[in-house]
């Protein structure tokens, strides 16, 4: 068995100058140096080789689609890395947590934490117990299924989901959540693209990107919004690499100059090893914190000049003529825009933008491509909504190499809202619930994360149970989410690998061990699959190839199924035990309530799966009025007081979601360290501190309650003016769990108001 660290390494922090490319031999390197590190060669190449292919493992990672010519190494440096993070040969035995308490546990660093290895047996912490300890799987389902049942309302119970589960088990998990009475099913794409999911619906009826693969090898002009895909979704480098070699362009909108936006080495080309790869953006806008919504109704605005200019031509008058609403209003007031205000909120020149306009009237096909640096801004929602005035302005929907591109950077996350994981899914599904499987399910909206946080901290809801993931340390106002949690009666985690969550528990707490992505499953002696859906809304197939971490894991779909059956008893009527032993039985369901996925079952098995329907691309819009709708959105940034600076929190190269794999940022040119705040030099200058200084991290809020960060240490790096970043979830504690974004409530970890302060206590290595 490889062994785990024993000490939790601390901050020892080098600097060196930021990478000017992505990937090429040092990704090939750092992927296979972490997964030997992780388990054998001969199970890493067993994971690599099978990662992202036809009959293989899908990338428990980001959700970045597949090719359909797909190279026999289809998979980036950090997919290979969570991959065998996943098949480690580590493991978490009762004799671990006999010799650590919680406490002792809720001290240790998430990367610690992870690195010690898979669960593999449940443990219960019983009401006052300092320890975990080992429990039977039928106890483990009895006290779950006890608390739920003694329950006031089945509102005081709530599901908490990942993008890491399957479709199968999703789609049994909102079936078990709303058979028992509840729609809280709050999930992680609450925190994330929520903003896409409302802007997209309020304009185009529905909140998925319009784009395949094939658009964006063939767009003239790409736009990478708040997006980091050299490290988020590395694969992506290789699509825009397409783009780029078609005669098209890219435009980076950032506020920190990435690596992967500049400059890619293609590993898999020869000219990504031995020579200088390809340049990936033409233009990179060093935007400042929450100026996009300004700079795209500075486009817009340039766009109906110039058609004004022109006698018409610029603006495609029968695009809107056909397939939308609401233009004459638009129009009115897209004037309001001025450059003082937009050069202001963008920190950019007028040339610059200038430059993109020209860029735009030289495009017949445009997209856009945004994540999370979009999405967690207080103006989020509007900002997507004016980006959709942008494509239709000049008829960049519905049409090759043009569209919307929300880039989800979590498996099937997109898959699990599919399959009913929102708590307030439309009438039509919980119709077509009901029918399929006999019982009225509740139509009172449930809670959404934040919302479930506030439950909990006011004692409106008393159980948690998670599916994946790491709820503790992915949401906002980390000490308010803490004490929400330790608030309630009973807290369940079905995980693969320790984390914070497990720290950080109700008065009984449980740990249910699950298989992973690459786990075989074998029910009823046949092998199963499941399947996932990714950012282009392609469904396919994903087959775990190693043997289990542990006789005693179950699948995600045995424990959700057997939880049920415990809980609900025959009321209703649903063949759970017929469920768990053949997933194909789910996916007969799944295609008589889900809509696009009918006759499942064999459409699954075409290699590559299937791409679900996007009606914007037959010209279909799904609004009240049939129309897509043109939209009017109120200017408005993130002004910043002096003494102040906006700060946005985000991952290091060596992370993914909230587990870093070390304490590098190589790409940043950070190395041995987490807490560190990259902000401008003319910044730190204008502050009064110097490059190195320790700081503590004060977030403002006008709630009256102190956010501190302490010891993080000043890099002087070449970001916005006025910004700062630093890493995620460590800062989460600056976020108030009230600073949501307007109309999604995502929590605005993209832009938070801070001020510096000298360390209070200054700390060494």
């Excluded at 991959?83 to 998430?110: C, P, Q, Y």
């Excluded at 400059?263 to 340049?279: L, Y």
């Amino acid at each position: 068995m490889k062994k785990a660290p024993v000490d939790d390494p601390s901050d020892d922090l080098s600097v060196t100058p930021p990478k000017t490319y992505a990937a090429g031999l040092p990704g090939v390197r750092h992927a296979l140096e972490y997964s030997f590190e992780q388990t054998s060669v001969k199970r890493s190449m067993l994971t690599l080789l099978s990662l992202n292919q036809t009959k293989g493992i899908d990338c428990p990672g980001c959700a970045w689609p597949e090719p359909d010519h797909r190279h026999k190494n289809e998979y980036c440096e950090n997919g290979a890395k969570h991959i065998n993070d996943e098949a480690t040969s580590r493991r978490v035995t009762r004799d671990f947590f006999a010799k650590h308490s919680v406490e002792d546990l809720d001290g240790k660093s998430d990367y610690w934490l992870n690195q010690q290895g898979r669960l593999t047996e449940p443990m219960v912490k019983r009401p006052g117990a300092t320890h975990y300890e080992p429990i039977a799987w039928d106890e483990a389902f009895g006290i779950i299924a006890d608390e739920l049942n003694g329950l006031a309302s089945p509102d005081e119970a709530m599901f908490y989901v990942s993008g890491r589960l399957n479709n199968e088990a999703a789609f049994l998990l909102q079936l078990f959540s709303r058979a028992f009475g509840t729609n809280n099913l709050p999930d992680c794409s609450n925190m994330c693209h929520e903003s896409s999911g409302t802007g997209l619906g309020e304009t185009l009826g529905i909140g998925k990107g319009s784009v395949q693969l094939e658009d964006i090898y063939n767009s003239d002009l790409v736009f990478v919004v708040g997006q980091n895909p050299g490290t988020n979704h590395p694969r992506m480098l290789s699509a825009l690499e397409h783009t780029k070699k078609s005669g098209g362009q890219v435009i980076a909108v950032n506020t920190l100059p990435e690596a992967g936006l500049m400059r890619f080495k293609n590993p898999q080309q020869p000219s990504g090893v031995i020579g200088n790869g390809i340049q990936i953006a033409d233009l990179f806008l060093k935007i400042r914190p929450g100026g996009d919504l300004a700079l795209f109704k500075m486009l817009n605005k340039l766009i109906l000049e110039s058609d004004a200019a022109n006698g018409g031509g610029v603006v495609d008058r029968d695009y809107i003529a056909t397939y939308a609403a609401g233009f004459d209003e638009f129009a009115a007031q897209a004037g309001d825009i001025t450059w003082e205000q937009t050069l202001e909120a963008t920190g950019l020149t007028r040339e610059e933008i200038e430059a993109v306009h020209e860029q735009v009237l030289a495009s017949t096909s445009v997209i856009v491509c945004w994540a999370m640096g979009l999405t967690q801004q207080k103006h989020g929602v509007p900002t997507i909504r004016e980006i959709v005035n942008f494509l239709m302005l000049r008829g960049n929907l519905g049409k090759p190499g043009a569209g919307v591109c929300p880039v989800r950077g979590h498996s099937n996350v997109q898959g699990d809202r599919t399959m009913g994981i929102w708590e307030k899914m439309p009438d039509r599904f919980l119709d077509a619930l009901g029918t399929e499987f006999g019982f009225e399910p509740p139509r009172k909206h449930g809670v959404d994360s934040v919302g479930g946080v506030r439950a909990m901290r006011d004692g409106k809801a008393r159980v948690f149970v998670g599916v994946a993931g790491n709820f503790v340390r992915a949401m906002s106002d980390s000490d308010v989410t803490e004490a929400a949690l330790r608030n309630c009666s009973l807290t369940v985690q079905i995980s693969t690998k320790l984390n914070r969550s497990h720290t950080v528990t109700g008065a009984t707490a449980l740990i249910l061990p699950t298989l992973g992505r690459s786990d075989k499953d074998v029910q009823a002696g046949r092998e199963q699959y499941v399947t996932v859906e990714d950012s282009m809304s392609s469904v396919h197939r994903t087959h775990g190839k190693l043997s289990p971490a542990s006789k005693h894991l179950l699948s995600e779909v045995s424990i959700i199924t057997r939880l049920a059956q415990r809980t609900l008893g025959d009321a209703p009527a649903i063949p759970w035990a017929e469920f768990e032993a053949d997933n194909d039985t789910i996916r007969d369901r799944i295609a008589r309530v889900v809509p696009g996925f009918e006759d499942f079952n064999e459409r699954i098995k075409k290699p590559g799966g299937f791409t679900l329907p996007n009606p914007v691309n037959s010209g279909i819009y799904p609004t009240p009025s049939g129309k897509a709708l043109f939209s009017i959105n109120v200017l408005a940034w993130l002004e910043t007081p002096p003494g102040h600076l906006i700060l946005q929190s985000l991952r290091s190269h060596d992370q993914w979601n909230t587990i870093p794999y070390a304490l590098n940022d190589r790409y940043r040119g950070i190395h041995n360290a987490r807490h560190i705040v990259m902000i401008n030099p003319d910044d730190i200058a204008e502050l009064g501190f110097e490059n190195g200084d320790q700081v503590d991290i004060v977030s403002v809020w006008d709630d009256g309650i102190e956010r501190r960060a302490r010891n993080f240490t000043l890099v002087a790096y070449p970001a916005s003016r006025g910004s700062a970043a630093s890493y995620y979830p460590e800062t989460n504690v600056l976020v108030p769990l009230d600073s949501v974004a307007s109309g999604s409530n995502t929590p605005t970890s993209k832009g938070v108001l801070v001020r510096l302060e000298p360390a209070a206590e200054q700390v060494s290595g």
